[in-house]
């Protein structure tokens, strides 16, 4: 036995354990986490429960608040689901960033030949319109 008396012994039938403090099934001896009924393991050992931990096998990582499966800690977006890099620091997720190794430039930047071609179009469907209305 564990010389723990089966009347004080929550567990009569395991040598190894006699207590459970928190009341979850499993003993004081196995239970990383004997004051909270909602855990007793960590398996990555970072001090957070593997119930709610979102990466138990990851000890730098715990939680995902956007749910994009990137870690608060790694991720440059933690609040938004579309985002988690930010590979040139312009504050752009790269996934937005038409130019994400340039900080300076983000933006499509649209060539002056299709500026003025759209811009042709337009007038030409605009004058267009505009006799047939006349007529």
């Not at 009341?23 to 119930?51: A, K, L, Q």
């Amino acid at each position: 036995g564990d010389g723990v008396g089966d009347n004080s012994d929550v567990f009569i039938y395991n040598p190894y354990e006699w207590n459970d403090t928190d009341g979850d099934g499993v003993g004081d001896n196995s239970d990383v986490f004997i004051y909270n009924p909602y855990e007793w393991n960590d398996t990555d050992g970072d001090g957070v429960g593997d119930n709610s931990d979102v990466f138990p096998y990851r000890s730098s990582e715990w939680q995902d608040t956007d749910g994009d499966g990137y870690g608060e800690n790694e991720d440059a977006f933690p609040l938004d689901l579309n985002e988690w890099n930010d590979t040139d620091g312009d504050g752009v997720g790269d996934n937005a960033d038409y130019y994400p190794m340039d900080e300076d430039r983000w933006e499509r930047e649209w060539p002056l030949a299709e500026i003025l071609l759209i811009s042709l179009i337009s007038g030409l469907i605009y004058l267009s319109g505009k006799k047939d209305r006349d007529s």
